[in-house]
């Protein structure tokens, strides 16, 4: 299992558009991967699951991942929600 903390750069969060990127990142891995804010975590592959979260920019989420790919997962995802997903 891997785990790593990311601070959302972009103001508006993970609303439809980028959790949708997130939610295609997600499904390029093999790995089982969850996102975390505070107690609650989610399937990183559903669209729903992220939603629910209602992540706002300056939010700390964890992306967590078990699998044979989990690093490249867990280091790629968070690479994205780094990137502010170009907003």
Known sequence: MFVKEVLVQNKAGLHARPAT???QKANEYKATIWVEKEER???A???LGVLS???IG???IK???DGSDE???VEGLAALVESGFAE
């Open 58 to 60: 300056g939010t700390t």
């Open 63 to 65: 992306i967590i991942a």
């Open 53 to 55: 979260l209602g992540i």
């Open 71 to 73: 690093t490249d997962a």
């Open 21 to 23: 990127f997130f939610i």
């Open 41 to 43: 975590r989610v399937n």
């Open 45 to 47: 592959k559903s669209l």
